[in-house]
């Protein structure tokens, strides 16, 4: 996030993920990894990071909300149901380990759509643009140092891991800019519908 100087003063702004969300016996599996790595290379955000697919991440002022939850509501009545299988680790050199999302069609689809129909109203100014993640992945732990990556790495390129889940809904997260811990604030079910009426033509 960057410098929010230029935030209208006296305006709430929080931080937002919509994210898709493993059911919990794969949640349980996917945090034995992460408390794993973070006892081994002492990396924190593998301890706090809850498991899930980060679709996009924003920062925007608490009075666009309803706005926003409209349009993405639309978004899921149109959408269908994605099958996610998850196999082996990835990394983002020399920062993130992640494990593999090997069915990254439907989730990049539904990210377009969702950058296409709300991305004006996700941007809070020219410094904090939203971030539509295109390269969908499952993070074990970011923000490494140097040494935290390069052995983490050695180990988990040679390690497997394989757990799949039915994304029947995305979620859409929040926090107060600068706090940790986000909470749940909307769901949004999948239900592949023929959604007639686009948002934008209701919502100008």
Do not use: C
Request: proline share 5%; aromatic share 12%; hydrophobic share 40%.
């Amino acid at each position: 996030m960057k410098d929010l100087t230029q935030a209208i003063p006296g305006y709430r702004v929080y931080e937002y993920l919509l994210v898709l969300n493993p059911h919990e016996e794969l949640r349980q599996k996917i945090m034995h990894v992460k408390n794993e790595f973070y006892e081994k290379y002492q990396a924190e955000t593998a301890r706090w990071g809850k498991p899930h697919i980060t679709l996009v991440n924003f920062v925007q002022y608490g009075l666009m909300e309803d706005r926003i939850i409209n349009h993405l509501k639309t978004i899921a009545m149109g959408f269908h149901p994605v099958k996610v299988e998850l196999k082996d680790y990835g990394s983002f050199p020399s920062h993130t380990i992640y494990i593999n999302i090997t069915s990254k069609l439907p989730i990049q689809s539904l990210v377009k759509q969702v950058r296409t129909e709300t991305q004006r109203l996700m941007k809070l100014n020219e410094d904090n643009k939203p971030h539509f993640i295109l390269e969908p992945h499952l993070t074990i732990a970011r923000k490494l140092q140097p040494w935290q990556y390069e052995k983490g790495w050695l180990e988990y390129s040679h390690r497997h891991f394989t757990g799949r889940f039915i994304a029947d809904a995305m979620l859409l997260l929040k926090r107060p800019a600068g706090e940790l811990k986000y909470e749940i604030i909307q769901r949004f079910e999948f239900q592949n519908l023929p959604v007639a009426v686009k948002q934008g033509d209701l919502f100008v």
